[in-house]
C-alpha cells in the first residue's frame, strides 16, 4: 500500500504546473465524495418502482396508440 509519505516525496520533484493538475484532481475528488453522501445513483428497481408509481408509462395502455400492425413493415 502506499503512503502518504511516498506520495509527497514523488510531488517535491514536479513542476508547478504538473502539481496544479494534481491539486485540481484532488479537489474533484472531495467534491465527488461530497456529492456522494446527498446523491445516490437508483439502483434498476428503483427506477422501475418510480416509474409504476409516478404512471410514466401509462401512456403505453392508451389504444390511441396503436396505430401499427403486425402487417406493417418488411419481415427481417
Do not use: C, R, W
Not at 36 to 51: D, H, K, P, R, V
Not at 67 to 74: A, L, N, S
Amino acid at each position: 500500500m502506499i503512503t502518504i509519505q511516498e506520495i509527497t516525496k514523488k510531488l517535491e520533484h514536479l513542476p508547478s504546473d504538473k502539481l496544479l493538475v494534481i491539486f485540481e484532481f484532488i479537489d474533484f475528488l472531495e467534491q465527488k465524495g461530497k456529492k456522494s453522501i446527498y446523491y445516490n445513483e437508483m439502483s434498476n428497481m428503483e427506477i422501475i418502482i418510480a416509474a409504476e408509481k409516478t404512471g410514466s408509462f401509462d401512456y403505453l395502455n392508451d389504444p390511441s396508440n396503436d396505430i401499427y400492425t403486425i402487417e406493417d413493415g418488411e419481415p427481417l
